[in-house]
C-alpha cells in the first residue's frame, strides 16, 4: 500500500472517529482505544503507519445504547452504523461506522454487506471465572460465526457463480437473523452476574487470554494525542499491551508491516488497487 494511499485512509478514519466521539459525549458514552489503536496511540501518538483501520470497545450497556441511538443522529449525514441488524446481509459480531462516501473490497472477505472505509466499535461483556465455562462460551460463539457466514454467503475468495446467484430469501435472512439473536445472547449470558470481574472483547482476533479486562482496567481512562485529536485509553494500558503483544514498543520487523485489510479503495472518485 502506498504512503499516499493509506494517508487517505487514515484521514477518512480519522474523521469518522472524531463523528464517532462526538456522539459518544452527547450520549454521555464511555469508550476505549483497543488493539492495534490503542497500541498506535502509545507508541505512535497516532496510528500505527501501516495499519488500516481503528478499534474501539464499550461495555455492553454503553454499546446498546449507542447502537439503538447514534443512527438518529446520523440520519442526514455520510455516515452510516452498520450492526448485525442495520445491514441484514452483514454477519459479524461487533459494529462498523461507515463513511458512505467510500467503498472497499477487503482480504480473504468476499460478501454483500455494506463497504465503505470504517471504524470498528465492538463490545465489551462480563466472562465467568470458569475456564470450562469460558472455553463452552466461545467455542458455541464460533459455531454460530460460521452458521451467520455460511448462510450469509461469506468466502475468502470471490467466485464468478457468485454474481449469478439470486439474493437471499426471507426465510434465509430470518435464519441468520436468528442465528445472530442466539449469538448475542451468548455474547451477553454473564453481563447480569454481580459476582464477575473480568470482562473480554468475544469478538477479539486475538487469542482467548489476551484481551481480557478488569473492572478497574475498565474504569480508569485518561486521553493520549492521537494525530491531530486525542483518544481516550486504560491508564493501565502497559499491563493490557503486554498481555496482547509482549514487548509492544520493538517495531515487527519490516515483512510484517503490512496492511490487515483493504485491498481496493474507491474515494474522491478515484479507484486505488492496493
Known amino acids: 500500500m502506498t504512503d499516499n494511499v493509506i494517508a487517505r485512509i487514515h484521514n477518512v478514519e480519522l474523521n469518522i472517529f472524531k463523528e464517532f466521539t462526538q456522539l459518544t459525549e452527547a450520549l454521555g458514552i464511555k469508550y476505549m482505544a483497543m488493539g492495534g489503536t490503542l497500541l498506535g496511540a502509545v507508541r505512535h501518538q497516532g496510528f500505527i503507519p ?3 483501520d481503528m478499534d474501539v470497545g464499550l461495555q455492553r450497556a454503553d454499546y446498546e445504547h449507542f447502537i ?16 448485525p441488524w442495520s445491514d441484514s446481509n452483514y454477519a459479524l459480531s461487533y459494529s462498523k461506522m461507515l463513511d458512505r462516501n467510500t467503498f472497499i473490497e477487503e482480504k480473504n472477505n468476499v460478501n454483500n454487506a455494506r463497504k465503505g472505509v470504517f471504524l470498528d466499535i465492538f463490545p465489551i461483556d462480563k466472562i465467568p471465572v470458569s475456564k470450562d465455562k469460558q472455553r463452552k462460551q466461545i467455542v458455541s460463539l464460533r459455531r454460530l460465526d460460521s452458521r451467520i457466514y455460511l448462510k450469509l454467503r461469506y468466502n475468502v475468495i470471490d467466485n464468478p457463480i457468485r454474481r449469478f446467484q439470486n439474493p437471499l430469501s426471507d426465510e434465509q435472512l430470518q435464519t441468520a437473523w436468528d442465528y445472530k439473536h442466539q449469538r448475542q445472547l451468548l455474547m451477553i449470558k454473564f453481563d447480569d452476574n454481580p459476582n464477575l470481574t473480568s470482562y473480554k472483547n468475544l469478538a477479539s482476533q486475538y487469542s482467548y487470554d489476551k484481551e ?17 485529536t486525542k483518544i481516550f485509553v486504560p491508564v493501565d494500558y502497559d499491563q493490557i499491551l503486554t498481555a496482547i503483544y509482549g514487548d509492544y514498543m520493538t517495531l515487527p520487523p519490516e515483512a510484517a508491516r503490512t496492511e490487515k485489510h483493504i485491498t481496493r479503495l474507491i474515494m474522491d472518485n478515484q479507484e486505488f488497487i492496493l
Open 50 to 52: 501501516w495499519d488500516d
Open 68 to 83: 439503538e441511538q447514534a443512527p438518529h443522529y446520523l440520519n442526514d449525514s455520510h455516515f452510516f452504523l452498520q450492526s
Open 212 to 228: 481480557v479486562f478488569s473492572e478497574d482496567q475498565l474504569a480508569a481512562l485518561i486521553e493520549l494525542p492521537f494525530a491531530d
